[in-house]
Nanobody
Framework: QVQLVESGGGLVQPGGSLRLSCAAS????????MGWYRQAPGEQRELVAR???????DYADSVKGRFTISRDNAKNTVYLQMNSLKSEDTAVYYC??????????WGRGTQVTVSS
């Protein structure tokens, strides 16, 4: 089956940058959307950024201007470039994909910690 594997998380100081990657493997035909969600301890999971098959993207207001999502359909990979990181960005970041049959897939998550 489809598997999403995140990488690139870690510890970074405020103002720093990280780049997350999510590679999809398995029986993949196509994805309608690929994106990133995050969840901090005690908080609900929230959408961070999403890239649609047509090329459009959307972002949470809290990350606009700082994060950039990109998608390489040939590699079935989605990236999240995170700049000007803040402590409130600390969370587990989950890759998400939805195929054209509206089936959802989730990665296991990668920890991002922003702290001095």
């Amino acid at each position: 089956q489809v598997q999403l594997v995140e990488s690139g998380g870690g510890l970074v100081q405020p103002g720093g940058s990280l780049r997350l990657s999510c590679a999809a493997s398995g029986a993949i035909v196509s994805f309608k959307t690929m994106g990133w969600y995050r969840q901090a301890p005690g908080e609900q999971r929230e959408l961070v950024a999403r890239a649609h098959s047509g090329g459009s993207t959307d972002y949470a207001d809290s990350v606009k201007g700082r994060f950039t999502i990109s998608r390489d359909n040939a590699k079935n990979t989605v990236y999240l470039q995170m700049n000007s990181l803040k402590s409130e960005d600390t969370a587990v970041y989950y890759c998400h994909a939805m195929n054209l049959q509206y089936l959802n897939y989730w990665g296991r998550g990668t920890q991002v910690t922003v702290s001095s």
